[in-house]
């Protein structure tokens, strides 16, 4: 066995020792959203915790099924996964480790307490959210504008039922 041989074997190894897991499939980030769930019952999260939560996990599941359409390699498809495996997650998880009376009455970062800054990180991941989920749906609806004009193109204004003239022959 030559050395060339045995670095290309190490290499083959290595490669196959570290390949990259497949990416989230639509049913564990709906297990994600799930745990999430969870973590705020178990951790008794309070109501303007859990609503902006609640409204972030309904704009995700409403994205998926455009996530194929979208482009699974998109920065928008990896935001959307990213919000509900990753990003969510650690913003409420790191809340809810603290005492509840201590996070939502000390200020932590200038006047800020650790409520308020989960907050704001939750307002902004759901805009995220909701931005992301416009423009999934802005395609389908500019897809939608440009059919309405080939029809009209096609058969005349809408409104007089177009410009056959089938019953005058």
């Known amino acids: 066995m030559g050395l060339k041989s045995w670095f290309k074997r190490g290499r083959d190894a290595e490669e196959q020792q570290y ?3 497949p990416p989230p499939t639509e049913k564990d980030i709906l297990a994600a959203l799930n745990r999430i769930n969870a973590m705020l019952r178990d951790g008794n999260a309070p109501p303007v ?4 939560v609640v409204r972030i996990a309904r704009t995700i599941h409403q994205t998926l099924p455009r996530l194929q ?6 920065l928008e498809a990896f935001s ?4 509900a495996t990753d990003y969510l997650p650690e913003a409420v998880d790191g809340y809810l480790r603290l005492p509840r009376d201590w996070a939502d009455t000390r200020p932590i970062d200038g006047q800020k307490t650790a ?5 704001e990180q939750l307002e902004l991941l759901g805009a995220t ?3 992301i989920f416009d423009a999934a749906n802005r395609a389908d609806a500019q897809a939608l ?4 004009q080939f029809l009209d193109a096609k058969f005349g204004h809408s409104s007089t039922g177009g410009d056959l003239n089938l019953g005058s022959q």
């Open 19 to 21: 390949a990259a897991p």
């Open 49 to 52: 915790v859990v609503s902006r």
């Open 69 to 74: 359409q979208m482009g699974l390699g998109s």
């Open 80 to 83: 959307v996964v990213a919000t």
């Open 115 to 119: 409520l308020m800054i989960l907050i």
């Open 129 to 131: 959210m909701d931005k």
């Open 145 to 148: 504008v440009a059919h309405g």
